[in-house]
């Protein structure tokens, strides 16, 4: 059924994109991500440009991939042509990365009022710039850039086709949007009409859709009626790393999975946990597990007792006691399927720089807003 996806040298079978999310997509989660589905792209946390460029300790921690992680992708945020140029550079030469993915879709309040994340795209030309330079620098490892971003600003002022075509002329590999504006945040449906116009718009490189996919149907529904070439999964994936089976399944012409028993789930916490413990250390790896754990037990009814003990975990052996005591043979209700999970905030009025709509045509990157960052 799914004819897969090309990204300049890569091919990926089925088309889907494991989203980059701060604090989400490390090593560990991107490993079990994988495991469950094989064959596509799973993009790590975000890197800020400027940091990665002085050889921020933190960054480079946030580098790790796996000895079989290919190919490795990476997201970077920057707003200055030459840091992101050095940047690609180093993420190439220093990590072995194959896969860059610029972000112009972060919505916090302290980076678009200093006219970074979303508030870029609406500098065209320091937009084309930065891409460029990116572009560049990728070109000459043979290393795709792709170009991640929102629908604009808000409904008054849409950047998604300026930006696709800007990410086209400069030779982006494919690009991706998430379709809803910054001032929607996470709040609502995305739009997925903006993907189909996107779509329409952006002929020469593959268009990826993202947002609200939840199930493995809502991938193949949203191609379907956008026409777009492949599928971006962030929050639907969140304690449900299996969705990416499911993916599989479907755009092989199959079915998804029934949503596991908590037996099962309870195995795929586990597993997680000791892959986080393995790059943090066991304190700090349950500490980075507790929101996890939230996200894989939610709508399975383990009671309070439980769900509180999972908010404290300190430890393997205390996550595999609470655990125990829960029923394994418990089932995920149907009308706890779809819940949300993750980011829900929104909306909030954008606040960009005073001046900031005059300077279309200006190249000049903003003062300050690469500060150390993380969210889309
Ligand atoms: C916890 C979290 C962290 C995120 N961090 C990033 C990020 O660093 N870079 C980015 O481009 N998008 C980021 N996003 C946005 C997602 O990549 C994605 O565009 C968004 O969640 C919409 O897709 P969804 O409806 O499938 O979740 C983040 C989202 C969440 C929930």
Request: glycine letters at 12%; a negative charge; aromatic letters at 6%.
């Amino acid at each position: 059924m799914s004819a897969g996806l090309r990204i300049g040298p890569l091919a990926l079978d089925p088309p889907v994109v494991l989203a980059p999310m701060a604090g989400v997509t490390t090593r560990a989660f991107r490993r079990l991500c994988r495991q469950f589905g094989p064959g596509g792209l799973y993009v790590s946390e975000m890197l800020t440009a400027r940091a990665l460029v002085e050889g921020n300790e933190r960054t480079a921690r946030m580098l790790r991939f796996d000895d079989d992680e290919r190919p490795r992708s990476a997201q970077l945020y920057g707003v200055a042509p030459g840091t992101v140029g050095e940047a690609t550079r180093r993420l190439i030469g220093d990590f072995g990365v194959e896969h860059v993915d610029l972000n112009f879709g972060c919505p916090a309040p302290k980076v678009t009022a200093k006219g970074g994340g979303a508030a870029l795209p609406v500098r065209r030309r320091l937009l084309a710039d930065v891409i460029a330079a990116a572009v560049r620098a990728g070109a000459a490892e043979g290393v795709p850039v792709t170009v991640k971003f929102r629908r604009g600003i808000d409904e008054t002022l849409l950047t998604a086709v300026s930006t696709g075509l800007i990410a086209e002329a400069e030779g982006a590999a494919c690009v991706a949007l998430h379709a809803r504006t910054a001032e929607q945040r996470y709040a609502g449906d995305a739009d997925w009409a903006a993907i189909a116009e996107l779509k329409a718009a952006v002929t020469t490189i593959p268009v990826l859709g993202n947002g609200d996919i939840w199930e493995a149907a809502d991938a193949v529904r949203m191609m379907a009626e956008t026409g777009c070439d492949g599928v971006v999964i962030g929050r639907g994936c969140l304690g449900r790393p299996w969705l990416f089976a499911d993916l599989g399944a479907v755009f092989a012409g199959g079915e998804a999975a029934p949503p596991p028993a908590f037996g099962v789930v309870a195995g795929v916490m586990v597993r997680h946990a000791e892959l986080l413990t393995e790059d943090e250390g066991e304190y700090s790896g349950l500490c980075s597990f507790r929101r996890h754990a939230a996200w894989y037990t939610q709508g399975y009814a383990i009671g309070a007792d439980t769900r509180r003990a999972l908010g404290t975990v300190a430890s393997l052996a205390e996550l595999a006691t609470v655990l125990d005591a829960a029923d394994p043979a418990l089932a995920l209700p149907p009308e706890a399927v779809r819940m949300r999970r993750g980011h829900t905030d929104g909306p909030r009025p954008v606040r960009l720089p005073d001046g900031w709509l005059r300077l279309v045509d200006d190249p000049t990157p903003p003062v300050g807003a690469e500060i150390l960052i993380s969210g889309g």
